[in-house]
């Protein structure tokens, strides 16, 4: 399994510091081998040499090596921390930041291209969710477009907006039938995000077609995060 900590704009270099040290003996100490990713904010990315089983990604960045950006980061100044991992197509930068589905492919082509573990977000906003199914799945599999499925680093995060960070999980009937829908588009690992915590982690990874959890507000806890890796080690 997958579990996955999205800092955002969340913890210090100080912090992630500490926290991956908790997080890193936690792990060596459980046992546990399922696949843990961390994106803390650029400012504490490290150039840290952990289990190969925890790895560290970044939230964002921009698709050129270097250049005049300004207020960006490139894959020159990622590859200095030896990061190989890459969040794309979050919420929060389509709705927030206001990214489109061609700057998200555009960067999706640029980090599939130098090799990064891409973790791909797609999610509907609540209107869309309270047309039905089809309209959810029509919206998700819009934002599909310009990227490659077939990517072999590829995983998905399926990310409803509505349930992120309003303490409102999707059901878990909602989450299987769009999983599995989402299956039958895309071969790649399935992440379900939006409000999950470490009452809800064990039902929402015993989810047919869920392969992990990428979790915002409830992973800046490292004790609550540990709780997870936990769950799915019990889980695997
Ligand atoms: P919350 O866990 O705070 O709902 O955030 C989910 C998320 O956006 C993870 O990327």
């Known amino acids: 399994m997958i579990i996955a900590a999205n800092f955002k704009t969340n913890h210090t ?19 546990i081998s399922d696949d843990i990713l961390v994106f803390p904010p650029a400012t504490a990315l490290e150039h840290i040499i952990t289990d190969d089983n925890i790895r560290m990604g970044i939230q964002n960045a921009y698709p050129v090596e270097k250049g005049s950006f300004t207020g960006e980061v490139g894959l020159e100044q990622i590859a200095e921390f030896g990061i190989k991992t890459i969040l794309i197509g979050h919420s929060e930068r389509r709705h927030i930041l206001g990214e489109s589905q061609e700057e998200i492919a555009k960067k999706f082509a640029y980090f599939s291209e130098a090799g990064f573990e891409i973790v791909y977000c797609v999610g509907e906003p609540k209107e869309v969710r309270e047309e039905g199914i089809e309209a959810v799945m029509q919206y998700n599999l819009a934002q599909f477009e310009g990227i490659d499925i077939h990517y072999d680093k590829l995983i998905v995060a399926y990310e409803p907006v509505w349930a992120i960070g309003t303490g409102l999980s999707a059901s878990n009937e909602q989450i299987e039938e769009t999983l599995s829908k989402l299956q039958e588009y895309v071969s790649a690992p399935l992440l379900y995000g939006g409000s999950v915590k470490v009452a809800n982690t064990k039902e929402i990874l015993a989810i047919k077609h869920c392969e992990g959890i990428l979790v915002g507000t409830a992973s800046w806890d490292v004790n609550s995060f540990c709780e997870m890796a936990a769950i799915a080690k019990q889980l695997s």
Not at 13 to 31: C, D, H, I, P, W
């Open 13 to 31: 270099r100080a912090s992630t510091k500490a926290y991956m040290q908790t997080l890193g003996a936690f792990v060596e100490n459980e046992g």
